[in-house]
């Protein structure tokens, strides 16, 4: 098991799974009490004991209790589905650290809800996200999933359509491969209009910011810019850069002209802050 990956997801006595971190993982195993033996998802299917826990016949503790192995319920993951879920919850964080209003189960969302929710192989259009600011509920944000591979120029009219008619002017699309250099111009055209950002998936696999050599980015409001300035008397053209197509920048969807803090440990002052503008 160890070579193939697979997870463990243990369940207290109620049968109501624990949030495991599993995103490293393309098969799961979830572990019922032996009066739970309901499965939660047609897709689910039970595990031979002989295979899973062929050394532990009698069964094991969890939870203060006792688990006969044949409580052993297998869940496989698609690389596709595996994937997706990967993504959904890297999403779920990057809109959670740019103050969106995300409900807390999507940040600690685990295997078994991602195909509760949205199911074994889920299309793409099912995942599409409307957010909102959490200070201002009108700063509205659509996240696309396009279901083409490479996404031509049709799929963008439809989401600028879709926006237009939901009244909202920023857009995210989770791209399987990337655009055309037509959809490219399209997104360019409606530009002064609509914010369209694009990421592949293989972009949001994983949250970056986490890794433990980035440091802490704080993005700076408008008024926060101007104190920072104002305190030390500067100008926009005197700050450290950041490049737009920082990984980072990009992560935290930052504008040209906007100023991020960002924060390192310091072994003699305790942690170093510096600023960077945004171009």
Same mark, same amino acid.
């Given at each position: 098991?160890? $070579? #193939?990956?697979?997870?463990?997801?243990?369940?207290?006595?109620?049968?109501?799974?624990?949030?495991?971190?599993?995103?490293?993982?393309?098969?799961?195993?979830? /572990?019922?009490? @032996? +009066?739970?033996?309901?499965?939660?998802?047609?897709?689910?299917?039970?595990?031979?004991?002989?295979? !899973?826990?062929?050394?532990?016949?009698?069964?094991?503790?969890?939870?203060?209790?006792?688990? +006969?192995?044949?409580?052993?319920?297998?869940?496989?993951?698609?690389?596709?589905?595996?994937?997706?879920?990967?993504?959904?919850?890297?999403?779920?964080? &990057?809109? @959670?650290?740019?103050?969106?209003?995300?409900?807390? =189960?999507?940040?600690? &969302?685990?295997?078994? &809800?991602?195909?509760?929710?949205?199911?074994?192989?889920?299309?793409?259009?099912?995942?599409? &996200?409307?957010?909102?600011?959490?200070?201002?509920?009108?700063? $509205?944000?659509?996240?696309?999933?396009?279901?083409?591979?490479?996404?031509?120029?049709?799929?963008?009219?439809?989401? !600028?359509?879709?926006?237009?008619?939901?009244?909202?002017?920023?857009?995210?699309?989770?791209?399987?491969?990337?655009?055309?250099?037509?959809?490219? $111009?399209? !997104?360019?055209?409606?530009?002064?209009?609509?914010? /369209? =950002?694009?990421?592949?998936?293989? =972009?949001?696999?994983?949250?970056?910011? #986490?890794?433990?050599?980035?440091?802490? @980015?704080?993005?700076? +409001?408008?008024?926060?810019?101007?104190?920072?300035?104002?305190?030390?008397?500067?100008?926009?053209?005197?700050?450290?850069?950041?490049?737009?197509?920082?990984?980072?920048?990009?992560?935290?969807?930052?504008?040209?002209?906007? !100023?991020?803090? /960002?924060?390192?440990?310091? =072994?003699?002052?305790?942690?170093?802050?510096?600023?960077?503008?945004?171009?």
């Amino acid at each position: 098991f160890l $070579q #193939e990956k697979v997870a463990f997801l243990l369940t207290p006595r109620s049968g109501v799974l624990s949030d495991a971190v599993c995103m490293q993982y393309s098969t799961y195993l979830f /572990i019922w009490p @032996h +009066n739970h033996l309901q499965s939660p998802i047609n897709a689910l299917q039970r595990a031979d004991s002989d295979n !899973v826990m062929s050394d532990n016949e009698d069964g094991m503790d969890i939870d203060g209790g006792r688990v +006969n192995s044949r409580s052993v319920i297998q869940v496989s993951l698609t690389p596709v589905t595996s994937r997706l879920f990967r993504v959904y919850r890297t999403v779920s964080a &990057m809109l @959670h650290k740019r103050s969106y209003s995300i409900p807390r =189960e999507y940040l600690s &969302m685990t295997p078994y &809800m991602f195909v509760s929710k949205f199911g074994m192989d889920p299309p793409r259009e099912s995942l599409t &996200m409307l957010v909102e600011k959490i200070d201002d509920e009108s700063d $509205q944000l659509f996240i696309f999933f396009p279901d083409e591979e490479k996404v031509g120029v049709g799929p963008i009219r439809i989401f !600028v359509e879709r926006m237009k008619a939901e009244g909202v002017v920023n857009a995210i699309m989770v791209l399987q491969q990337g655009v055309t250099s037509l959809a490219k $111009q399209a !997104v360019l055209e409606v530009s002064d209009s609509f914010s /369209i =950002e694009h990421f592949r998936e293989a =972009e949001l696999l994983v949250d970056i910011t #986490e890794h433990t050599l980035v440091p802490e @980015h704080v993005v700076l +409001n408008p008024a926060e810019k101007a104190e920072l300035l104002k305190r030390y008397r500067l100008r926009d053209t005197q700050l450290p850069r950041i490049q737009v197509a920082d990984p980072v920048a990009r992560f935290y969807g930052m504008k040209r002209g906007q !100023v991020v803090k /960002i924060i390192r440990p310091s =072994e003699t002052a305790g942690r170093y802050v510096t600023y960077r503008i945004c171009i």
